[in-house]
Antibody, heavy 122, light 110 residues
């Protein structure tokens, strides 16, 4: 059974940093590109970033470039998202997601974490 | 605004049909496969359709997807109250080199 369990988040102050984690099980994590997606209150889904299966390549949404780092530990089957210089616009539910198919470059996300709430507020 | 354009809402009576459109351009839908998701607030999104028109195993055949040029469509027939939720199209954008979602369409069964 594929499982993605997220942790991290909560209420954080503007200007600070956060780390979100996504611990996976039930599949060969090291064979999958992984993604982060977020949803701000009252808004739609927004793609955040991806990291290749070997961790060597990353892509991020333009508004977040420079403030975001995505990494993974394939020995721990864990995905991470680091976001710094947080603003109120980063308030959202953040999801980690796995695409359909090993070593696939297709943007079909068929397994998702439960979501973690991040609220940026003073 | 979202790169992909969807109607904000659609509604129909039980048993009826709804069609959700998703409009993009030659960098995204025109060049790549489209997927569709259903999202009920407070839960994780669910992949319904991938590869423009392939249904995920377990998704009823009442759900069907199609693509033509730079637009895609999700059809839901035999609408049921359990189909309510927010529906999103998604694809890759080769010009921006990012994943893109539509703005979402709220489906209401009236």
């Amino acid at each position: 059974q594929v499982d993605l369990v997220q942790s991290g988040g909560g209420v954080v102050q503007p200007g600070t940093s956060l780390r979100l984690s996504c611990v996976t099980s039930g599949f060969a994590f090291s064979n999958y590109t992984m993604h982060w997606v977020r949803q701000a209150p009252g808004k739609g889904l927004e793609w955040v970033a991806l990291i290749s299966d070997d961790g060597r390549n990353m892509l991020a949404a333009s508004p977040l470039k420079g403030r975001l780092r995505i990494s993974r530990n394939n020995s721990k089957n864990t995905l991470y998202l680091y976001l710094n210089s947080l603003t109120v616009d980063d308030t959202a539910v953040y999801y980690c997601a796995r695409p359909r198919g090993e070593r696939s470059l297709k943007f079909y996300l068929d397994s998702w974490g439960q979501g973690t709430h991040v609220t940026v507020s003073s | 605004q979202s790169v992909l354009t969807q109607p904000p809402s659609v509604s129909a009576a039980p048993g009826q049909r709804v069609t959700i459109s998703c409009s993009g351009n030659n960098f995204n839908i025109g060049k790549n496969y489209v997927s569709w998701y259903r999202h009920v607030p407070g839960t994780a999104p669910t992949l319904l359709i991938y590869g423009n028109d392939d249904r995920v195993s377990g998704i009823p055949d009442r759900f069907s997807g199609s693509k033509s040029g730079t637009s895609a469509t999700l059809d839901i027939t035999g609408l049921q109250s359990g189909d309510e939720g927010d529906y999103y199209c998604a694809t890759w954008d080769n010009g921006l080199n990012v994943g893109v979602f539509g703005g979402g369409t709220k489906v209401t069964v009236v």
